[in-house]
Every structure is written in C-alpha cells, then in structure tokens.
C-alpha cells in the first residue's frame, strides 16, 4: 500500500512517524494509501524550514514572483486532467465535478499571478510643507493553512497561491481525507519553480493542528471546515495573537418567487442541491417557495429523483459517494430525524446503493416538503444529497426566515422582478447573493465572503481581501530638505 509523502524542505519524503491514517476510496471503503501522522519534530522542522525561506523569498523581485504563479497555472491547466481522476478517486466526485474542483482553483492562481498590482501602496504629495506620505504592504512571515476534504484542489488553492504570491511562506495541513490532491498540486508548484521551504505540507489532524496554532512563528492561519472546529481554531489562533479568517458551515437558501422562470428553477435546483452529493459549503440545501410557486415542489421533487449516483468514471452519473461511512451514517440519521419530526419525505435517498459498489458510502437524492425551522433536518447542516422544501407568503417572510437562520454563506433569488431582487440582495444578511444564479461563488477577484456563523475573522479569502489578510501595510512620511527649507524646532505633534 502506497504511503503519502509530506514536504518539508524542498524534500518531498516519507515521515518518521510510526502513526498511520487510512485514505479510502468512497465508493468500495478500500483503503488507496496511509497517510502519515506527522510527528512534533517534523513539525518543527516544517515551520523553521518556512521561516528560514522567508528571508530570502521576501526579497525576490514581485514580478519574478508572479513568474512562479504564471509557471504553476500553466502546469496546472496541463495537468488539470490528471489531478481531477487522482481528485475523483479519492473524493469520489464525478469527474466532470473534479474537474470544476481543479478549474476554480486555477483561477486562484491566476489572479495571484496579478499579484504587483493588487500590492500597490498610496501616495500623497505634501501632507504638510515638503512632507509626503506614502504606504507599501509587506509580507507577514509563515502562514498556516487547515483545509477540509471536500475540496481538495480548490481549497488549498485559495490559499497558499495567494500567501506565497505576496511574499509569505506557508505550512498546509490538508484534510487527512483525501491527501493525494493537495500533494499532486505541490509537486506542481515545486516544479514551477517555488524554492525549497516556500510551501510545506504536514499530515494529520487535531493534534498536529493545535500544534501549529501554538508556534510562535506562525503569523496567521487560515482554515476552512466545519463550525465546531472553525469555532475552536479562530478562538485558538487569536488567544496566540496570530490573525486568523475562518470559514465554516452553511445553511443556504434559494428563495423562488411565483414570477421566476420555473423550468429555469427546476434545472438548477437539482444540481445546487444534491451536486457533489450535497457536501458543497455553497450547496442550496433549502428551498423557500414563496405563495404559489409551491406548485412546483412536485416536479422538482420529480427532476431530482431522477438523479443517479455513480462511479466518478460513470458519464450518467449526477454525483458520488458520500466522503466516508461516518458521514454516510450521520446523513442517514438525520434523514430518520426528519421523518420522525413530521416532514414530508417526497424522495427518500436512504437505501440506496451502486450494484458491485455496496460498501460505498451512497446515500441517493431525497427531498423533504413541509419542513418548519424547528426541524434538526432545517437546523443542521446535512452536507448530504437532501433539499429541504419549505412554503412562506411573502418575500418578507422569506427575508425573515434567511436572516433568523445563523448561517450567512450563500443564498440565491429566483424572480423576474428588479425591485424584488433589489429588495432581496439590500435586506438579505447572506454575505454571497445569487440573482437567477444558484451558486454564486464569486471568481477570485472578488472575495469569497461568508457571513454570519459561516466565517470568523473581517478579511476574507482571494481577491483583494486575501492580499490585505497576509499582508501588513508600512506607511512613510518623509521629508527631503536642502539648506533653505531647513525647519525650526517643532514643540507639538502637528507636521510642519
Ligand atoms: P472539518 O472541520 O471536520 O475538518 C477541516 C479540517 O480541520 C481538516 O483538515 C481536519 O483535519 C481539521 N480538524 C478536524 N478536527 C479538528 C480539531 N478538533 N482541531 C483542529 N483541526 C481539526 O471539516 P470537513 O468535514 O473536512 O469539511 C466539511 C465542512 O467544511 C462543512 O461544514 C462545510 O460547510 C465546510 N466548508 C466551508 C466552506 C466555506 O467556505 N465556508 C468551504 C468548504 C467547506
């Protein structure tokens, strides 16, 4: 059984450690690699290879650093292929899904590519007589990253690419679940030419994070994953007064006015909701019909029953397995919850599975009606292929029913109506907004910008707010002065 390296140092090379975690295939629950529990010294050894990088990686000229980016998305995209099937494998994604996973990490690095310019100071001339003042932004020093599993490629992608682009050197721990992408994208990067101890990647888990929250020199961490670890990752990281942006769960909610386009509706409620089997943080996982449009929760209750999971390599398939038989079991429980609780199920996904593949973790599409927000199956974020249905009178009541709810993630409006989308995107406390659009993940030079119990932190990921995150700004007031504008003693604060 093939055992995953980590990077330290330029070295990509075996652990050490005697600690073992087994990466499965979701499909079968057969194990495709172990994945090292990097020890303490390693740790250790990744950190200060970071820090000793950045000495020498600050000073690399910007633009030849943006070279490194150009480099890595060209190999990227010639091998954007091969890391989907590898992505496939060990996500069981479709690979069409894989792909999307790899492309819009890619798109990541293009903009960190832009880097120069998104780095640009201020200037002005004059402040006071002879006086300007002018602002640069520097690199922070080693930045550590946690990433979950469900997007392997696109993840670690919104942020080492970044961090590293603005001079920074950074520590990954990718999710123990699904390692073989992230250290695929690192070979990459190696060969686009980043130097040794620029990137660092580390295994493991709880331990071995806490570990890196603690190090002195880690300056700020980004993480992204669920609440309770989220919760527990910005406390940590700012009671050891190192910056820190956390993204976290979702609850999102698409609101269909009665005047939307239906068919519109239907096709991309299906794939919002039960794409990638449910385990996207921007999934649309409840579906508020506002007066008659509730005529069409039974055909779309229909199109989404007409999904197929299967294998990644399945063209007719609509999603995949589920990540692991925990989250399979937690999915069906809760699906148990909702019936018990007195929702309507009007698709029950719960027994299902792929012929020859009845070890994988499936769990088929399932669509509640008559759901209420007292429900668990509405409280809690299912991350399954499950879209809850729910009736309200008015855009006002929907508006009410998104802002109660204590995720801010993604929310999307169907309607035909300006003012109506005008009201919704002004009053909706959601930090992303769709227009007739489901899932709107904003390309990277905007931010990616959850509110609410979906993110801890103010500076958010890519885009501009990733630069302002893993830089600090310097500002300068200088004075040049020959013999004539030599000035007097100054007894106050003010410039003169
Ligand atoms: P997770 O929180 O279980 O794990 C995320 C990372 O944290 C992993 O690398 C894991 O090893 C580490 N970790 C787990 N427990 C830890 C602990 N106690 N202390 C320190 N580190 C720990 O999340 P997951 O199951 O991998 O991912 C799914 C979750 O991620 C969902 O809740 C989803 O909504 C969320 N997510 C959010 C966004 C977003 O942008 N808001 C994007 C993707 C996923």
């Known amino acids: 059984?093939?055992?995953?390296?980590?990077?330290?140092?330029?070295?990509?090379?075996?652990?050490?450690?005697?600690?073992?975690?087994?990466?499965?295939?979701?499909?079968?629950?057969?194990?495709?690699?172990?994945?090292?529990?990097?020890?303490?010294?390693?740790?250790?050894?990744?950190?200060?290879?970071?820090?000793?990088?950045?000495?020498?990686?600050?000073?690399?000229?910007?633009?030849?650093?943006?070279?490194?980016?150009?480099?890595?998305?060209?190999?990227?995209?010639?091998?954007?292929?091969?890391?989907?099937?590898?992505?496939?494998?060990?996500?069981?994604?479709?690979?069409?899904?894989?792909?999307?996973?790899?492309?819009?990490?890619?798109?990541?690095?293009e903009q960190a590519a832009n880097v120069a310019s998104l780095m640009m100071g201020e200037t002005v001339e004059n402040v006071a007589t002879n006086i300007d003042t002018y602002s640069m932004i520097q690199p922070l020093g080693v930045?550590?990253?946690?990433?979950?599993?469900?997007?392997?490629?696109?993840?670690?992608?919104?942020?080492?690419?970044?961090?590293?682009?603005?001079?920074?050197?950074?520590?990954?721990?990718?999710?123990?679940?699904?390692?073989?992408?992230?250290?695929?994208?690192?070979?990459?990067?190696?060969?686009?030419?980043?130097?040794?101890?620029?990137?660092?990647?580390?295994?493991?888990?709880?331990?071995?994070?806490?570990?890196?929250?603690?190090?002195?020199?880690?300056?700020?961490?980004?993480?992204?994953?669920?609440?309770?670890?989220?919760?527990?990752?910005?406390?940590?990281?700012?009671?050891?007064?190192?910056?820190?942006?956390?993204?976290?769960?979702?609850?999102?909610?698409?609101?269909?006015?009665?005047?939307?386009?239906?068919?519109?509706?239907?096709?991309?409620?299906?794939?919002?909701?039960?794409?990638?089997?449910?385990?996207?943080?921007?999934?649309?996982?409840?579906?508020?019909?506002?007066?008659?449009?509730?005529?069409?929760?039974?055909?779309?209750?229909?199109?989404?029953?007409?999904?197929?999971?299967?294998?990644?390599?399945?063209k007719e398939a609509g999603f995949g397995p589920l990540i692991s038989p925990q989250a399979k079991a937690r999915v069906l429980s809760l699906i148990e919850q909702g019936k018990k609780e007195g929702a309507t199920c009007l698709v029950d996904g719960s027994d299902f599975s792929v012929e020859g593949h009845e070890n994988g973790n499936w769990v088929g599409p399932t669509v509640f009606t008559n759901v209420n927000a007292e429900m668990q199956i509405y409280q809690q974020e299912i991350f399954g292929p499950v879209l809850c249905c729910m009736r309200v009178d008015s855009l006002a009541d929907a508006i009410a029913l998104v802002n109660a709810n204590p995720f801010g993630n993604g929310t999307s409006i169907f309607t035909s109506s300006g003012a109506v989308a005008r009201n919704y995107q002004s009053n909706v406390e959601v930090g992303q907004v769709g227009i007739n659009v489901p899932i709107p993940v904003p390309l990277p030079f905007f931010s990616f910008t959850g509110w609410k119990n979906s993110f801890y932190g103010d500076l958010h990921a890519y885009g501009k707010q990733a630069i302002r995150f893993y830089t600090e700004t310097k500002t300068i007031t200088a004075r040049w002065f020959d013999d004539e504008t030599v000035s007097g003693p100054n007894m106050t604060i003010n410039l003169r």
């Open 1 to 109: 059984m093939s055992k995953v390296k980590q990077l330290i140092n330029g070295n990509f090379e075996f652990s050490a450690s005697a600690d073992f975690i087994s990466v499965t295939n979701p499909a079968n629950n057969k194990e495709i690699a172990q994945l090292p529990v990097t020890t303490d010294a390693e740790i250790s050894a990744a950190v200060e290879s970071a820090k000793q990088a950045f000495e020498s990686w600050k000073k690399v000229p910007i633009s030849e650093r943006a070279r490194v980016m150009l480099r890595y998305q060209h190999l990227l995209k010639e091998n954007h292929d091969d890391i989907a099937k590898i992505l496939s494998q060990e996500t069981g994604k479709t690979l069409e899904d894989a792909k999307g996973d790899v492309w819009r990490g890619i798109e990541v690095v």
């Open 143 to 314: 930045c550590f990253g946690i990433t979950p599993f469900n997007f392997p490629a696109m993840i670690p992608l919104w942020m080492f690419p970044m961090a590293i682009a603005c001079g920074n050197t950074f520590v990954l721990k990718p999710s123990e679940q699904d390692p073989l992408t992230p250290m695929k994208l690192a070979e990459l990067f190696a060969q686009a030419g980043a130097p040794k101890g620029v990137l660092n990647i580390v295994h493991g888990g709880k331990e071995q994070v806490n570990t890196l929250l603690e190090h002195p020199d880690i300056k700020a961490v980004s993480f992204v994953g669920s609440v309770p670890v989220g919760q527990h990752i910005y406390r940590t990281a700012t009671a050891n007064m190192k910056r820190a942006q956390c993204f976290a769960g979702a609850k999102n909610h698409s609101v269909i006015m009665p005047d939307a386009n239906k068919q519109q509706v239907l096709n991309n409620l299906v794939g919002a909701s039960v794409g990638a089997a449910g385990q996207r943080c921007m999934a649309i996982s409840v579906a508020v019909f506002v007066g008659e449009s509730s005529e069409w929760i039974d055909e779309l209750a229909a199109k989404i029953g007409q999904v197929k999971p299967g294998l990644w390599d399945d």
